[in-house]
């Protein structure tokens, strides 16, 4: 049987049809490689695949980042364990690999005081989860609220909430930011209730539990949110001094250290 003919021209157009992008843009060079060095016809077609479910991985998480709302600057890599002594570093490495607490939609709560790190610790564990292979959404909860109070107007509220399932975590940034306003409203109650024991919130707060009566709209309603995201919690407390105002004071002495001794009268400014 002779062997099959195929018109090259139409390779592009075939390969498009398919959605195999990669191999459309490699496969000539390949296969010109593969004539001159004489590969196994299988060889050609496995690096080709390789090729192209490398380039599929690599456009999913892109586009996972994109989705996540994440800051691309607050990782792992930039944040600074030594300034936060009370918080583990082990503990936030095995977090970052998800794995059984995501599995069981734990939990995590960072509280502590302005500029302590919060927001940014929960975006680096977020950035290692997307790196992981997970789906994160990070966003102000406020925000978030909003959406939920629109969507529920619109008698949309459900299907609202069964979006945001394809997260395996949401962060909610500075929850006991909520408007009192917003908090006439049970979006958020429904949210923690809905993700309970299945899928995971990260949630960062000036004030613990003590300072959330505003959030909620009774007191009912704030002690059975509260009961469901301690249940299967870990909960970090940066009770440090601002990081920015730690850096602007250390900047500070710094200049102060450079200047000549007899200048030392001028007003002290320190950034926030
Ligand atoms: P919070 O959310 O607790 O108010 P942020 O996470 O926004 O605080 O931190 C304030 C600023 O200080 C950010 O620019 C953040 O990147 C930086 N920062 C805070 N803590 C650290 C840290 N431990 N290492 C590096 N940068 C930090
Ligand atoms: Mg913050």
Redesign the pocket.
């Known amino acids: 049987m002779s062997a099959p003919t195929y018109d090259i021209g139409r390779m592009g157009l075939m390969l498009n049809e398919l959605r195999l992008p990669t191999i459309g843009r490699l496969w000539s060079d390949f296969a010109q490689r593969s004539d001159k060095e004489g590969w196994q016809a299988s060889q050609l077609l496995g690096v080709l695949f390789e090729h192209e479910l490398a380039e599929r991985a690599k456009r999913r998480l892109e586009r996972h980042r994109v989705e996540s709302q994440l800051d691309p600057t ?1 990782t792992l890599a ?4 030594s ?2 002594p009370m918080v583990s570093k082990a503990h936030v490495m095995a977090l970052a690999t998800g794995d059984a607490w995501l599995e069981k939609g734990a939990t995590i709560l960072l509280f ?10 929960g975006s680096a564990i977020g950035h290692a989860l997307i790196d992981a292979g997970y789906r994160v959404l990070c966003t102000r909860t406020s925000d978030l609220v909003q959406k939920l109070q629109a969507a529920r107007k619109s008698l949309q509220l459900p299907s609202a909430l069964a979006k945001l399932d394809r997260f395996d975590l949401i962060i909610l940034d500075d929850l006991s930011y909520v408007r009192k306003d917003q908090a006439e409203t049970s979006v958020l109650f429904e949210l923690i209730a809905e993700r309970y024991e299945r899928k995971s919130l990260l949630i ?1 707060a000036n004030q613990p539990f003590s300072g959330w009566h505003n959030v909620f709209p009774d007191p009912g309603m704030t002690v059975a949110a509260i009961d469901r995201l301690v249940h299967h919690s870990t909960i970090f407390e ?1 009770n440090v001094e ?3 105002r730690r850096n602007a004071s250390d900047k500070q002495k710094e200049r102060r250290r450079q200047l000549p001794t007899d200048d030392h009268n001028g007003a002290t400014t320190i950034a926030n």
């Open positions: 607050k930039t944040f600074d364990f300034v936060v502590g005081p302005p500029g302590g790190g919060k927001s940014h610790l960062t940066l601002s990081y920015r």
